[in-house]
T-cell receptor
């Protein structure tokens, strides 16, 4: 059974600080990794994906992947109150398989 | 306006009834998916379909059925055999190019409550 683990939180971060969200996965063969943001009562929306070791930046968001440690993280710089949401990590095991395995999410609260 | 639509937004069902949740997309995506989300839980895959007239069971298919007669549509039926159907149901779609960035995009969801 493939597993994706996230700290459920809540994680509280002051406005303007860096929020760091972590995710570990059990299947060493996993290839693609996705971060979704989900506001309360709403559907998930894609923030970014990563599939190569290292960092990938998109605006205030940076995804970091370390396949050797089976670890993926999301950094949010200059955190804003509008970033308060649950962040879901999702993992796909290979490029030809569209199935995603989701973590349970980390609830992030930005404190003004 | 491209996107994924789900209807209804809220649905109430009596025990023993079958209900069908609608999912339509105009993104020309090949693949479509149904997930279930319970409070404090991640998303669990119910069924998915890569092409018309073909679909596969996900991790929790028991008590559910689907059809894929058109590329744009992937309705989900929650049958009376589903023992605990109260949940938030999410439909998603993606291209099927076999690339690392093939991304699933979600509809707004249907919240089903069994009375």
């Amino acid at each position: 059974q493939k597993e994706v683990e996230q700290n459920s939180g809540p994680l509280s971060v002051p406005e303007g600080a860096i929020a760091s969200l972590n995710c570990t996965y059990s299947d060493r063969g996993s290839q693609s990794f996705f971060w979704y943001r989900q506001y309360s009562g709403k559907s998930p929306e894609l923030i970014m994906f990563i599939y190569s070791n290292g960092d990938k930046e998109d605006g205030r968001f940076t995804a970091q992947l370390n396949k050797a440690s089976q670890y993926v993280s999301l950094l949010i710089r200059d955190s804003q109150p509008s970033d308060s949401a649950t962040y879901l990590c999702a993992v796909r095991d290979n490029f030809g398989n569209e199935k995603l395995t989701f973590g349970t999410g980390t609830r992030l609260t930005i404190i003004p | 306006d491209g996107g994924i639509t789900q209807s209804p937004k809220y649905l109430f069902r009596k025990e023993g009834q079958n209900v069908t949740l609608s999912c339509e997309q105009n993104l020309n995506h090949d693949a479509m998916y149904w997930y279930r989300q319970d409070p404090g839980q991640g998303l669990r895959l119910i069924y998915y379909s890569q092409i018309v007239n073909d679909f596969q069971k996900g991790d929790i298919a028991e008590g559910y059925s689907v059809s894929r007669e058109k590329k744009e549509s992937f309705p989900l039926t929650v049958t009376s055999a589903q023992k605990n159907p109260t949940a938030f149901y999410l439909c998603a779609s993606s291209i099927w190019a076999g690339g690392p960035g093939d991304t699933q995009y979600f509809g707004p969801g249907t919240r089903l409550t069994v009375l």
